[in-house]
């Protein structure tokens, strides 16, 4: 028995011309697809099936995705994953940096309320002084310096 003995009929030529670089058309790319869902075999003995290597390195699954094929050998521990992303989405979990920096935005919005204050106190403060010595304080923002 020859390689050629290994490869299904129509797809023959094709897979021997290109079996070192592994370049496949979309439609034998279906087929390989199409032949690993349909059957029982491992991924590793379609692809050995196909190229004549031991290893495929997740190249199906690529396919698989790529092509919208649903892998049903898969499909158990895909809808499990899924299923539990959903849940760890549905629980906001506070981390420790999280609470960290919810202290420290409390923190600084008190010094913001207390600046605030601040100001307030001492723009009244002014006021008050220059109503009761009738001289101005504030610094007038048009005028010229004076020249030396």
Request: aromatic share 10%; glycine share 4%; hydrophobic share 30%.
């Amino acid at each position: 028995m020859g390689k050629e003995s290994k490869f299904i009929s129509g797809l023959k030529s094709k897979y021997l011309l290109r079996k070192t670089s592994r370049v496949f058309s979309k439609e034998d790319r279906c087929k390989i697809i199409e032949d690993y869902l349909s059957c029982d075999c491992s991924k590793k003995e379609i692809w050995e099936k196909y190229t004549g290597e031991r290893e495929e390195h997740g190249q199906l699954l690529r396919w698989i995705k790529e092509y919208g094929y649903v892998d049903k050998k898969r499909s158990i521990f895909a809808t499990n994953t899924i299923d539990m992303k959903k849940e760890k989405k549905d629980e906001p979990v506070k981390t420790f940096e999280i609470l960290q920096l919810e202290k420290r935005i409390s923190e600084l919005e008190k010094q913001v309320s207390e600046s605030e204050m601040k100001a307030i106190a001492f723009s009244t403060m002014v006021d008050i002084a220059e109503k009761e010595f009738n001289i101005s304080i504030r610094k007038k923002f048009n005028t010229k310096p004076l020249k030396k």
